[in-house]
């Protein structure tokens, strides 16, 4: 229990890429994590994209050296969600922990979960959605103040469309607005169905967390 405890406080550093030759790397900024990172494969990247956009996942780190510096398998992400630490691991790795002494203790507490491929296309549409709108928040979200944002948010009750947005806050910068509601997307703030199902246009209709959860109900 220490040592999964020891995983929350201090999340495992990401061990440095190791390249094949000529194998194509994929650079991206993280909003949650505010830093470069490197990958390897796309199915990498597209998990990669799942995580930074789940606002139940407050943290996570690519390649974790508290695995794949103790263990033969290869764990391409530690994450938390929801407060409790997990592994994930894309579908060239074994879900069986490798025979020997056994897997360390942190990993004996905690589940690694296979991802495969198939698995990713089955978000295939939401996955390309927030590879469009992660730019406008490396980019932009640096420039909302939260007033602006707390107002952009209220906008979506009830729900209503990009394009909505944009026409209301007329005398902002438009950019500027869908950056905003990208945000109160990417914390949670914000739901789009939308998005989920269909390309995003302007026309993807958002609204507020609470609002779509209590309809839901």
Request: glycine content about 4%; charged content about 20%.
């Amino acid at each position: 229990m220490s040592l999964v405890r020891n995983c929350i406080v201090n999340p495992p550093e990401p061990l440095p890429v190791s390249r094949l030759p000529k194998q194509t790397l994929h650079h991206v900024w993280s909003p949650k994590l505010k830093r470069a990172l490197v990958f390897t494969s796309l199915d990498q990247v597209r998990l990669w994209v799942m995580l930074e956009v789940n606002p139940a996942v407050t943290t996570y780190c690519e390649r974790p050296a508290t695995v794949s510096a103790q263990h033969d398998c290869r764990v391409d992400f530690w994450l938390l969600r929801d407060g409790r630490p997990q592994y994930l691991a894309l579908g060239h790795t074994d879900k069986q922990a490798p025979s020997g002494d056994g897997p360390p203790a942190a990993l004996s507490s905690l589940s690694i979960e296979i991802i495969r491929s198939i698995d990713l296309d089955e978000h295939r549409i939401w996955i390309q959605n927030w590879m469009a709108l992660l730019p406008y928040l490396n980019t932009g979200m640096r420039l909302i103040d939260v007033s602006l944002a707390r107002d952009v948010v209220n906008f979506f009750d009830p729900e209503a469309s990009f394009l909505d947005l944009e026409q209301h806050f007329v005398r902002h910068d438009p950019v500027l607005i869908r950056t905003a509601a990208i945000a109160g997307l990417h914390a949670g703030h914000l739901v789009s169905a939308d998005l989920v199902a269909q390309s995003w246009t302007l026309n993807s209709r958002i609204q507020q967390y609470s609002k779509a959860a209590h309809h839901a109900a």
